[in-house]
């Protein structure tokens, strides 16, 4: 899954050939030194990464919204494109109407 989503131009800016699988800080399975499940993944950039994981210039609501945005777009693609990981669980649940 991660190499999928790392040949992915940036789900937020559309920069191509930086991209890296950006985990959700959120929830879905992310703890204490654990990072969230693979399904859980944005394709980011590694400057939009690093702004949404340090996060000197926006909220925290901002920053998980400016995941959830590419993280959809992320999940979209992929699957539009029929490269979905066989091994790796949609996250139908997680989505909504909200993009």
Known sequence: MLQVVA????????LEG???AAHTNWGHGKGRGIKAD??????????????IDQGA?????ERQ???ERAHFKTVKLIKAND???????????????KY
């Open 7 to 14: 040949q992915l131009p940036c789900q937020h800016c559309g």
């Open 18 to 20: 930086q991209t890296q």
């Open 38 to 51: 693979d399904n859980m993944v944005a394709a980011l950039c590694q400057t939009c990464h690093a702004e």
């Open 57 to 61: 210039h926006m909220s925290k609501e």
């Open 65 to 67: 919204e400016m995941w």
């Open 83 to 97: 490269n979905w990981p066989l091994n790796v669980p949609y996250p139908e649940s997680y989505y909504s109407t």
